[in-house]
T-cell receptor, first 112, second 113 residues
Framework: DAMVIQNPRYQVTQFGKPVTLSCSQT?????MYWYQQKSSQAPKLLFH???????NEADTPDNFQSRRPNTSFCFLDIRSPGLGDAAMYLC???????????FGPGTRLTVT | GENVEQHPSTLSVQEGDSAVIKCTYS??????FPWYKQELGKRPQLIID?????GEKKDQRIAVTLNKTAKHFSLHITETQPEDSAVYFC????????????FGKGTHLIIQP
């Protein structure tokens, strides 16, 4: 009965090698979010999709991109990962008139 | 944007005692006040939330109180148990339901046996 699924759960990539993280949901929620959580820190919002509309946070580096091909799926692309991009990446969903956000289990990214 | 401060950063209490964590925010338009619990290596989970038209909400051993005038809200956990050990985040939000969350820095709650 998984609601928000993230794949893979663990990802190792090389410095500068593009990587894509995946999120899917069975809740039919129209809003999907990506957060970055570094070790011992709070989650930080990178961007979100409201339906097909992309909303970027002002301080999200250009190195981070996102795609949402349909309601159920959302991808996080890191074009040239640096060592500082090693973190847990959390996907979350919500319905626009309901405040609660549902988080996926996260993908832990290691950059070597 | 929202400026969120959370205190204390670490809280150690004896099992069975109460714990209180406070969150202060800056945006007077904030209208939604959730608390998330995150165990080590796991996802954040909503444990309780409150809307701006309510001053207090309780769910078994946990409660949230809101003081909109002073722009702070607090998480109260009574009769603490070992499974309450985790990091707790507040994430006050203004605006519509689609906005992302701005989390406080978190409070590491340690329950001493």
């Amino acid at each position: 009965d998984a609601m928000v699924i993230q794949n893979p759960r663990y990802q190792v990539t090389q410095f500068g090698k593009p990587v894509t993280l995946s999120c899917s949901q069975t809740l039919n929620h129209n809003v999907m979010y990506w957060y970055q959580q570094k070790s011992s820190q709070a989650p930080k919002l990178l961007f979100h999709y409201y339906d097909k509309d992309f909303n970027n946070e002002a301080d999200t580096p250009d190195n981070f991109q996102s795609r949402r091909p349909n309601t159920s799926f959302c991808f996080l692309d890191i074009r040239s990962p640096g060592l500082g991009d090693a973190a847990m990446y959390l996907c979350a969903t919500s319905r626009d008139h309901v405040y609660e956000q549902y988080f996926g289990p996260g993908t832990r990214l290691t950059v070597t | 944007g929202e400026n969120v401060e959370q205190h204390p950063s670490t809280l150690s209490v004896q099992e069975g005692d109460s714990a209180v964590i406070k969150c202060t925010y800056s945006d007077s338009a904030s209208n939604y006040f959730p608390w998330y619990k995150q165990e080590l290596g796991k996802r954040p989970q909503l444990i309780i939330d409150i809307r701006s038209n309510v001053g207090e909400k309780k769910d078994q051993r946990i409660a949230v109180t809101l003081n909109k005038t002073a722009k702070h809200f607090s998480l109260h956990i009574t009769e603490t148990q070992p499974e309450d050990s985790a990091v707790y985040f507040c994430a006050p939000r203004a605006g519509g339901g689609a906005d992302g969350l701005t989390f406080g820095k978190g409070t590491h709650l340690i329950i001493q046996p």
